[in-house]
């Protein structure tokens, strides 16, 4: 299996931090317990992001979750940074509320697409587990939960 996406991600999540540690000056005070429950958070992201490749063959699955957990997870990273820099409106605006809603709202549409998936492979099952595959004709499993 192949993290390639995930590392691009976390590159790209590198520069911009390398970017706003080099552009932005520090804050004054830091809070310790915002600092770790915000890291906390993010690491769970970029756990969602590994994570995520296994839905890799699921194209239609795959796709949001991937764009859903890299958005949440940027958007969460500008979070911690933003305890520790003094970043413009726009950064946070952009990167902390627009990239944080985007990316539930594609996770959101993700776990629609894989229930309806499952769904579809459920009715498939059950229409493979009661008919025999060359005549299409209900088997003894499907006769049984009739008599039931």
Do not use: C
């Not at 890291?39 to 970029?46: C, S």
């Not at 952009?94 to 990239?99: A, G, K, L, M, Y």
Request: hydrophobic share 50%; no cysteine; aromatic share 14%.
């Amino acid at each position: 299996m192949t993290y390639l996406p995930t590392l691009a991600v976390l590159a790209l999540s590198v520069l911009f931090g390398i970017y706003q540690l080099a552009n932005f000056p520090p804050t004054e005070e830091i809070e310790t317990y915002s600092v770790l429950s915000e890291a906390a958070v993010t690491f769970l992201a970029l756990m969602g992001l590994f994570l995520v490749q296994k839905l890799r063959p699921f194209k239609e699955i795959y796709a949001p979750f991937m764009v859903g957990f890299s958005a949440l997870f940027l958007s969460l990273l500008t979070d911690v940074l933003d305890e520790f820099l003094e970043q413009p409106d726009l950064i946070t605006t952009v990167f902390e509320d627009i990239f944080q809603v985007a990316g539930y709202v594609l996770i959101v549409f993700g776990l629609w697409r894989w229930t309806t998936y499952n769904e579809r492979m459920i009715d498939e099952l059950h229409e493979l587990a009661t008919t025999d595959h060359l005549t299409g004709a209900y088997n003894r499993r499907r006769f049984g939960d009739a008599l039931r």
